[in-house]
């Protein structure tokens, strides 16, 4: 059974950092898409940074985030995070963790293809805002 545990949400003043953390356990699958996605309400989900592996890991961001947020992970630790710096009042939302396994020569898309529908695993959210 996996399980994903996100933390590491809070409040911050807009130029703040802040960095999340999704501890996953019963994940088996050597080839996986997996990362981020954030929802603030009223609006659609939509992936915020991800990290795709099927035989090499690559990393993808949200254009909106792409140089301010970084995704990494701890394989020891069983462990993905996102470190969020200079943040703005627009990246206030809740931060879900989320994977998919991914198909015979697949690759993981970029996020901006992200559908929350594709994905069969997720965390039970963690909430960030950031204050202007």
């Known amino acids: 059974q996996v399980q994903m545990v996100e933390s590491g949400g809070g409040s911050v003043q807009t130029g703040g950092s802040l960095r999340l953390s999704c501890v996953v356990s019963g994940y088996t699958y050597s080839t996986y898409c997996m990362g981020w996605f954030r929802q603030a309400p009223g609006k659609e989900r939509e992936g915020v940074a991800g990290?795709?592996?099927?035989?090499?890991?690559?990393?993808t961001y949200a254009d909106s985030v792409r140089g301010r947020f970084t995704i990494s992970q701890d394989n020891a630790k069983n462990t993905l995070y996102l470190q969020m710096n200079s943040l703005k009042p627009e990246d206030t939302a809740m931060y879900y963790c989320a994977a998919r396994t991914l198909g015979p020569g697949l690759i993981c898309p970029a996020v901006r293809y992200w559908s929350g529908a594709d994905f069969g695993y997720w965390g039970q959210g963690t909430q960030v805002t950031v204050s202007s």
């Open positions: 990290l795709g592996r099927a035989g090499i890991t690559t990393s």
